[in-house]
Nanobody
Framework: QVQLVESGGGLVQPGGSLRLSCAAS????????MGWYRQAPGKQRELVAS???????NYADSVKGRATISIDNAKNTVYLQMNSLKPEDTAVYYC?????????WGQGTLVTVSS
């Protein structure tokens, strides 16, 4: 089992920044990648960014140049730094950890970009 706990969401003005954190615990050794997804009202969940254990990183086109995903292996925590936020970035952001024991998700953290 893998447990994921997200933090860092909230209300941000357009053009602002925030950093989301996702702390993993449990069967950490089974995780082979971590990522962030988001789901806006009325829309499907979509990938924002992902990072593999080997360090390969992937970003959605919509956030390229504005998002940075990073991982602190000592803390078993993955971060998503988002800059130049836009109203269309408003969504519930979910941490994801695919592993050899299954596909795990956090509870989600709401990010609202509004003035």
């Amino acid at each position: 089992q893998v447990q994921l706990v997200e933090s860092g969401g909230g209300l941000v003005q357009p053009g602002g920044s925030l950093r989301l954190s996702c702390a993993a615990s449990g069967s950490i050794f089974s995780i082979y990648a971590m990522g962030w997804y988001r789901q806006a009202p009325g829309k499907q969940r979509e990938l924002v960014a992902s990072i593999t254990r080997g360090g390969r990183i992937n970003y959605a086109d919509s956030v390229k140049g504005r998002a940075t995903i990073s991982i602190d292996n000592a803390k078993n925590t993955v971060y998503l730094q988002m800059n130049s936020l836009k109203p269309e970035d408003t969504a519930v952001y979910y941490c994801n950890a695919p592993s050899t024991k299954g596909d795990y998700w956090g509870q989600g953290t709401l990010v609202t970009v509004s003035s």
